[in-house]
């Protein structure tokens, strides 16, 4: 199986047993998949896309100039949203080694369009979004689900006063609003990790090469607003950008893995092998074609955590073998509408707070 990255974890071989430790349930799917070829890069169907990308960030730019400081402008923050979305999702591909298998023009891609066009550090997303993918839903070493702002099991939310016990008591219902501050806080995150001296960066010029890709973002970011647009409009411009796409990403990623099994609370999840870990905390989209563009190929969760390395084109074809090699095994494979999927994350965030409600 090729390597996801050298940031971007495979699965752990030596993690890859049944709850017994009985031999690997992993290795007859990874054969099938390998067989079917689904995880051979697709170089072209990511070139095209990414041209497309580019081309409409172009289209943007040109309206910008051409319509001036006219209110009709911002229009234009909301298709800029969903191009920086597909930006993201591709900034998120090119970690995971879906892209090329070539480390160094990979993380040149990833350079470009999470440090550049989006203006969030690479090294910091691949780092976090790594232990994520290695311990996925485990309370104490995934950071997706640490407490924080939100809390998503009860014993986290447990002394919480004053506004972070407001916030956790109500957390259901300002998730999504929450979730419009997603696209600042990347940047924010990326900066703070930049300006540590605990960062993950490995060497001085790795992070000076994207600290000047950050900065870059931010003053062309800025010039290209406050040039076209007259200061008010720049910043409302900016906000409602910056909004729809943190609502954007945090509909993508919000019905992955909440409310599913959580590992250290499960009594045999210390037994978990990859395969289990996995599937067990994950949570499928159905859809179609829309439904794989808008959330970028994460509506498969599945077969992306099984795969990591796999090409977004790829995953719905992996889906029968992975549906079908749970089903022989017994284990519970996940898959709800697009709906069904934020009720039952809300529902979870919702349960999460009820003692502090009930207390209050």
Not at 24 to 33: A, G, K, Q
Request: proline share 5%; net charge positive.
């Amino acid at each position: 199986m090729p390597q996801a990255t050298a940031t971007l974890a495979a699965p752990d071989r030596s993690t890859t047993t049944g709850r017994g430790g009985g031999g690997s349930e992993f290795t007859p799917l990874l054969r099938t998949v390998k067989e079917q070829g689904l995880l051979e890069r697709r170089a072209g169907w990511y070139a095209r896309g990414i041209a497309v990308n580019l081309l409409g960030l172009t289209a943007v730019v040109a309206g910008l100039v051409l319509l001036g400081p006219s209110w009709w402008a911002l229009l234009l923050a909301v298709p800029l949203a969903l191009l920086s979305a597909r930006i993201a999702f591709v900034g998120h591909d090119a970690g995971h080694a879906q892209i090329t298998g070539d480390r160094r023009l990979g993380r040149i891609i990833q350079l470009v369009h999470a440090n550049l066009l989006l203006g969030m550090s690479q090294e910091w997303w691949n780092d976090k979004h790594n232990r994520h993918h290695a311990n996925p839903n485990h309370l104490d070493k995934d950071p997706d689900v640490a407490a924080d702002i939100l809390v998503f099991a009860r014993h986290q939310a447990e002394g919480r006063s004053g506004l972070r016990g407001w916030l956790t008591r109500h957390q259901a219902w300002l998730f999504f609003p929450l979730t419009t501050l997603e696209g600042i806080a990347l940047k924010v995150y990326g900066f703070q990790s930049l300006l540590s001296k605990e960062g993950p960066f490995r060497s001085r010029r790795e992070r000076l090469v994207e600290g000047a890709l950050l900065v870059a973002h931010v003053a062309g970011y800025t010039a290209l607003l406050l040039s076209t647009l007259t200061l008010g409009q720049a910043l409302l411009f900016a906000l409602i950008h910056q909004m729809l796409l943190g609502l954007h990403l945090g509909m993508a990623f919000a019905p992955n893995h909440k409310g599913m099994e959580m590992p250290d609370a499960h009594p045999d999840g210390a037994g978990w092998g990859h395969l289990r870990r996995q599937v067990l905390t994950s949570r499928n989209i159905r859809g179609g074609a829309l439904t794989d563009w808008f959330l970028g190929g994460l509506n498969y969760q599945i077969e992306h955590h099984l795969f990591p390395s796999m090409p977004r084109p790829h995953l719905r074809l992996a889906q029968p073998a992975v549906r079908a090699h749970c089903r022989t095994l017994g284990i519970p494979y996940t898959e709800t509408g697009f709906v069904e999927s934020y009720r039952q994350a809300l529902g979870h965030l919702h349960e999460v707070g009820e003692p502090l409600r009930t207390a209050a």
